[in-house]
């Protein structure tokens, strides 16, 4: 029953969200092309310098991802690997996961979805039983555990599925949702929503921790800086 009532919860934050998206996209296209109505040649030959410069940097920015790994879900083989590749990547999706495990299969899937989405993450997963010494720098004692790295240092973890409504068959949105909530990948959040959902990740990310490691609850707080010893 709780969890049943936590889908229902995410499934109605995540449709009020895109209708009131899709209000605000429509009015801002209005409010452009009005904006466009009212240039000149010259203001307009300008716009279309700026936005054709932005649009290259876009294209140079995506390939440098690209060059990265950015834009698959890939295994790293060692921790070694694991250290690497954050150095080289602003925002960083690590799936801590087990062969026996199950549910690591359904993250899985998710996961691969997320990576050809949002190319500005990279997304790697790390078997934990090779990599005692992050499982235990990390304070990972559930599996499976997404740890959401920025810049280097632990912005946040995702431990099992109780941010994703306590059930197996959360959806992709969901969890892309709660990615948002760290930041960690590009999601767009109304301003009325952001305040909702960090509120609800804080309290959701706290309790479970709470119920799982004590040491956990801290390391959310204050983030560990990734380093290789």
């Not at 895109?18 to 801002?28: D, F, G, P, R, S």
């Not at 083989?77 to 954050?86: A, L, Q």
């Not at 431990?159 to 992709?172: A, I, M, P, S, Y």
């Not at 990948?185 to 799982?212: D, G, M, P, V, W």
């Amino acid at each position: 029953m709780a969890a049943d009532t936590s889908v229902e919860r995410l499934s109605k934050v995540l449709e009020n969200q895109m209708l009131q998206t899709t209000q605000v996209v429509e009015e801002q296209l209005d409010a452009e092309i009005q904006k466009l109505d009212q240039m000149d040649e010259d203001e307009l030959e300008r716009l279309k310098e700026r936005r054709l410069e932005a649009l290259k940097k876009s294209q140079q920015q995506k390939q440098d991802w690209l060059s990265k790994g950015h834009g698959e879900y890939r295994e790293i083989p060692s921790e070694r690997d694991f250290f690497r590749e954050v150095k080289e990547s602003q925002n960083v999706v690590c799936h801590f996961y087990k062969d026996t495990s199950f549910r690591c299969v359904v993250l899985d899937k998710h996961l691969a979805t997320l990576a050809k989405k949002h190319i500005e993450t990279k997304f790697l997963k790390l078997n934990a039983e090779k990599s005692p010494f992050l499982c235990e720098r990390l304070h990972i004692k559930v599996i499976p555990t997404l740890a959401l790295v920025k810049d280097g240092k632990t912005q946040d973890f995702i431990v099992g599925f109780t941010d994703l409504g306590n059930t197996d068959d959360f959806t992709t949105e969901t969890l892309e949702w709660r990615l948002g909530c760290s930041a960690i990948i590009n999601y767009r959040l109304l301003a009325q929503e952001q305040l909702f959902l960090r509120k609800t990740c804080r309290a959701s990310t706290l309790h479970t921790h709470s119920c799982t490691n004590k040491f956990t609850v801290k390391r959310q707080k204050t983030g560990l800086l990734v380093q290789e010893l």
